[in-house]
């Protein structure tokens, strides 16, 4: 069994029918979102350590491209490739969120106390 990664972050690539009105991370460039992290981890010989994967809904339609990262259970919503360099550096490797990405509900849980 292979042991369990520092952080894990998970992309919602959940694709709705045209049209849906809730909309859908995967017609916000949600899959180019996933591969822009596993190549950034795999760049900077975090592959192993932390993990970047496809999840269904994560049920935040209204903020996708939705990710969240694990174990801090911390939210980003409009996330594009360009926001993921920031969010390996920022988060990932130096333990601060992002806090323009933050969505809103993930903001409060940030704040101390």
Not at 40 to 67: P, S, Y
Not at 72 to 85: A, M, P, S
Request: charged fraction near 25%; proline fraction near 7%.
């Amino acid at each position: 069994m292979a042991p369990p990664f520092q952080r894990h972050v998970f992309v919602c690539t959940n694709r709705r029918p045209d049209g849906h009105p809730k909309g859908c991370c995967a017609t916000k460039g949600a899959e180019e979102v996933r591969a822009a992290f596993k190549a950034e981890l795999d760049k900077r010989g975090l592959k192993g350590r932390m993990r970047a994967n496809a999840a269904g809904c994560l049920d935040t339609c209204a903020f996708g491209v939705a990710v969240v990262v694990y174990p801090e259970g911390t939210w980003y919503g409009g996330v594009k490739v360009e926001d993921v360099k920031d969010i390996v550096e920022q988060h990932l490797i130096e333990g601060r969120p992002v806090e323009r990405l933050l969505m809103p509900f993930s903001r409060k849980a940030q704040q101390p106390g």
